[in-house]
């Protein structure tokens, strides 16, 4: 020892040790409690309770000794299957304080646990009030009767009784003494409530010995009707009264046990069932246990193990040595039968009541303890504490104490009976669900060193109990467990989340894999739905928004590229998808975060497009933000605001993305070369479609953005424009004599004949394989691929999701045709009406909640008259034709030439992509006054290697987006059907 607190001395006085370290060994110590004192004592005097003596001989003369074995086999076999699988997950690791809390918290989760701890301890406190009442109606009646008179008026008592006194109050007195006396022990500590049980054990084991010896000796007794006060000289004979009580005997009239009229099987298991409850009192003490993973399976098993053969014992030689009338009539028969003096059987019965209820004080406070500190109820926070010698839950022994008493002043609690049997049931239930789960899932952490259990003994035990919980009582079972889902509720919603490894996420695991690779990996066309991919470096909250509006149930993957080596950016790679997952949980997004290292974003993107997803579940649409400050020169590049710089207060991962043109439009081809759809999008920042939670969350939490509000759109149009020609690239490459067919709606004109008349002929021309069929409408699969039927599906969505303006206004989806034909005027209103009928064709075919008032076609002549970069384009395209004709006339007879200068509007799609950009952009704002979102064709990407190319390309979306609503430039390059018509 002197050595010893030399070294302890030395450890002491090294700086920044001692404390530490000396600090923790003298703090908090536990009790160490062995199996014997700490687990089988505390059980078997649970178990064996106040029924021993004042129910198994009335439960005999009415299910006779068949149906009583019958009622043991069940009721054991619930407890047993329960203390297997207590057993099992108790020794899968350190077990602390908190017993059936704790097992079910880290195995089910925090929900589940905090659901069945907080109702368990309940159930412990009022089941204490019960004990008490009981205990304190046996002292009442035994010791302190109250004066009475018969009919008479004479006395009932000739004796001493108490006069002028309400029985219930003597009841309350006695009981709250009691109650004060447990409290003082439970104060005390895990040491004197052990002595306690020892002495308390020890007399209930001395009574039923007693009894046992009493019944097997024939002798006289005097035996009294408890109903009726009648009092009859019989005596016990064992064992010639077997046949008196071999079978069921039920009362034929209102019984006076039984509630709620004659008894029957299911009335008696119910009264009964208490004889099987306790099995867990041991797990209530796990804290203060030496060993709890030795302790609780050896000491459990035992108590349930010597129950048995005490009920077994008790019901052979009970049946066996009294006459059915006698045990029908006489509750007190096991007391009045005693040899010598009853007192023995007395104090075993008061032992039994005292035991039983100091186990709920004692138990549920520890109970308390442990979900207190949990801190799942932060009210509870208070009942954490715990002593310094044995860590004693004295403040939750306190509280503990004051809600008994309560129960107390309450006095009649029968009617809370039914759901403290629930609980209990149910708690059992889930202690066998946890570990059916855990054995069934295969977790390879589940090795419990007790192997006497199996997946099959698990879900015995889980069916038993809650399957009994319902039969006793289906209503106070089904009260009960409600009761247990709110508080469910309220921990999923508002609970602290705590990483405990519950089954919960073994099983969602176990699952997810399970239809995953059952997924397949081309599904049908009318469960498509947008899996996208957001290259998210440019972390805007609209943009967020609107791909999550827009995903419609599908996969929402968040990517960021980080520039650089590997090794040296990993760990800021990891953060940085930290960073993404906070966001995604505080702003209520669906969606998956993606961070990846590369050398540009080019590569970073291919990286992200090939390995989105797994399996069935894989990324089909790429949103990428459109560049927003391309300059000159191939050395710099647009500037794309880190993920870091928006959600971090600082740190290493501050950097700018730069992306040039050129590796811009190598992005957009990569994507289609490997058949994903695409969605460029500009404008996203001014208002949101629909406030769900990331606007909200930005605007209010960000320390990087403004605090400002970001308003809800009041406009109402989610237009789909369908542009003939504006860098249309079908599946296949049409001939140019079907250059002028569009996809939505399909036509093919017909040239000026001799006299001068012309047409058009609706066909249903699709961009099939071969592109020769065409037959009227030969195959709706055909008629929705595409980008239009993409930009279709994708705006029904949208107008879908969010169904209402900030005005309360509901939205529109409006479809926006611009055939962009070389068409003469006179033939515009026949145009418009074939343009009509075919998009009410594709509406109707596709399902698409479009009214007719919201399908516009815009013809040249609208076009001239509305847009001045139209009209000017229109006018110089004449005077050039006009110039071109007279010139050819001015050589040789020839009739002018066919064009613009015989009257036609020319085509935009004849114009350089910069010029018909700004025409464009020009008709959509002349037409989105109160449109919020837009959705467009986006033209053909320039596969090149050209940098002059690639920045007039990237100019030319940003002329096109200028100054409009926001919107999604898109192409389809997935070669499915958007829109199904099949059932």
């Known amino acids: 020892p002197s050595s010893l607190q030399a070294d302890m001395d030395r450890l002491s006085s090294l700086p920044g040790l001692g404390k530490a370290v000396l600090g923790n060994m003298t703090a908090t110590t536990k009790n160490n409690l062995g199996w014997f004192m700490g687990c089988y004592i505390p059980c078997c005097v649970s178990i064996l309770g106040i029924l021993t003596y004042v129910r198994i001989p009335w439960m005999l003369s009415q299910v006779g000794l068949l149906g009583a074995l019958g009622l043991l086999i069940i009721g054991e076999t619930m407890a047993v299957t329960t203390v297997l699988s207590f057993s099992a997950i108790a020794t899968n690791g350190r077990l602390s304080g908190g017993g059936s809390y704790f097992l079910v918290s880290r195995s089910l989760g925090p929900e589940f646990g905090g659901a069945l701890g907080l109702s368990f301890y309940l159930a412990e406190a009022f089941g204490a009030a019960f004990s008490l009442l009981g205990l304190a109606t046996f002292v009442q009646t035994t010791w302190l009767p109250v004066c009475g008179a018969d009919e008479l008026g004479n006395p009932d008592y000739s004796g001493w009784c108490l006069e002028d006194t309400d029985p219930k109050w003597v009841i309350i007195a006695i009981s709250s003494g009691v109650l004060f006396v447990m409290m003082i022990i439970s104060l005390a500590g895990a040491g004197l409530f052990s002595k306690f049980n020892i002495v308390f054990f020890t007399l209930q084991a001395l009574a039923i010995i007693a009894g046992v010896v009493s019944f097997l000796r024939p002798h006289r007794f005097l035996s009294t009707n408890t109903h009726t006060g009648d009092e009859t000289m019989t005596a016990t004979n064992f064992p010639h009264h077997f046949a008196d009580n071999l079978v069921p005997n039920y009362d034929s009239e209102t019984s006076h046990v039984c509630p709620g009229g004659s008894c029957n099987f299911h009335r008696v298991f119910a009264i009964m069932f208490p004889m099987v409850t306790g099995v867990l009192e041991g797990g209530n003490l796990s804290g203060d246990l030496k060993d709890p993973s030795r302790s609780l399976p050896k000491g459990t098993l035992l108590a349930v193990l010597t129950a048995l053969s005490t009920y077994l014992v008790l019901f052979l030689t009970i049946a066996g040595a009294f006459p059915n009338e006698i045990l029908r009539s006489d509750l007190n028969v096991f007391r009045n039968s005693c040899l010598g003096s009853s007192g023995l059987v007395v104090l075993g019965a008061f032992a039994a009541s005292f035991t039983a209820a100091l186990g709920n004080l004692f138990g549920g406070a520890r109970v308390l303890q442990a979900v207190a500190r949990d801190n ?25 104490f004051a809600l008994i008493q309560c129960g107390l002043f309450i006095g009649n609690l029968d009617v809370l009976a039914p759901f403290i049997t629930a609980v209990f049931c149910f708690s059992y239930a889930l202690i066998n669900l946890a570990c059916f789960v855990l054995s069934a899932l295969g977790t390879p952490n589940f090795r419990p060193s007790f192997r006497h259990f199996s997946s099959f003994s698990a879900f015995l035990g889980f069916a038993l109990n809650f399957g009994v919980m319902l039969w006793l009582n289906w209503i106070s079972g089904l009260v009960s467990v409600l009761a247990m889902l709110c508080i469910m509720l309220y921990l999923s919603y508002w609970g602290p989340t705590k990483d405990w490894g519950d089954v919960s996420q073994a099983i969602m695991f176990h699952q997810v894999r ?22 998210a470096n440019n972390a805007e909250p609209m943009l967020l928004e609107f791909c999550n509006c827009a995903k419609k149930g599908g996969l929402l993957v968040l990517g960021s590229v980080v520039l650089g080596p590997f090794r040296a950016l990993y760990r800021q790679a990891e953060i940085l998808n930290e ?40 990324i089909n649409t790429l949103v990428v933000p459109l560049a927003s400050a391309i300059d000159a020169g191939p050395t710099q590049g647009s500037r794309l605001p880190y993920m870091g710089d928006v959600v971090r207060e600082g740190g290493d991962i501050n950097q700018e993305v730069r992306v040039s043109a050129l590796e811009f439009c190598a992005l957009l081809c990569d994507t289609l070369t490997v058949e994903k759809n695409l969605l460029v999008t500009a404008n996203y920042g001014f208002e949101t479609l629909h406030v769900s939670g990331s606007a909200q969350w930005w605007a209010s939490r960000s ?17 789909v424009w369908l542009v003939g020609s504006l860098g249309l690239h079908p599946l296949i490459q049409a001939d140019e004599k079907q250059q002028q067919q569009q996809m939505y709606p399909q036509f093919r004109y017909q040239p000026l004949q001799e006299d001068g008349e012309g047409s058009l002929e609706n066909v249903a021309c699709s961009a099939s394989l071969n592109n020769s069929d065409c037959s009227p409408l030969s195959s709706e699969a055909e008629l929705f691929v595409g980008a239009h039927a993409f930009m279709l599906q994708l705006g029904q969505i949208v107008q879908q999701k969010v169904a209402k303006s900030a005005d309360g206004l509901p939205r529109r989806l409006r479809i926006i045709y611009m055939p962009d034909m070389e068409i003469e005027p006179h033939l515009a209103a026949a145009l418009r009406q074939q343009a009509r009928a075919e998009i009410k064709h594709v509406c109707d075919a596709g399902r698409l909640d479009v009214n007719p008032e919201d399908v516009h076609i815009f013809t040249g002549e609208e076009l001239d008259e509305a847009v001045p970069a139209f009209h000017d384009y229109c006018r110089r395209s004449r005077e050039a034709a006009s110039a071109e004709a007279a010139a050819s006339a001015a050589v040789i007879d020839a009739k002018p030439a066919f064009g613009a200068a015989r009257g036609k509007y020319p085509r935009l799609a004849d ?4 010029q018909r950009c700004h025409i464009l952009n020009q008709i959509i704002a002349s037409a989105c006054s109160d449109t919020s979102q837009i959705f467009l064709q986006m033209p053909q990407v320039p596969d090149t290697t050209d940098t002059l190319e690639a920045e007039g390309f990237v100019r030319s979306l940003q002329v096109l987006t200028a100054g409009l609503p926001p919107i999604a430039l898109a192409s389809a390059a997935q070669p499915v059907a958007f829109i199904s018509t099949e059932l």
């Open 579 to 618: 960073e993404w997952w906070t966001l995604i949980r505080k702003a209520g997004l669906k969606a998956f975060p993606k961070v990846t290292t590369a050398d540009s974003l080019r590569q970073g993107v291919q990286h992200l497009v090939r390995s989105g997803g797994l399996g069935g579940l894989t």
């Open 911 to 914: 114009l350089p992509l910069l």
């Open 376 to 400: 799942l109820f932060p009210i509870l926070k208070p009942c954490a504490y715990g002593s310094r010698h044995g860590d004693e839950p004295r403040i939750s022994v306190i509280v503990t």
């Open 514 to 535: 399970k239809y995953l690779l059952r997924l397949q990996t081309q599904s049908h066309a009318k469960f498509w739905r947008p899996d996208m991919l957001l290259v």
């Open 703 to 719: 320390s990087r953005l403004p605090r400002v509000h970001i308003p809800r759109s009041k406009k109402r149009n989610i237009d």
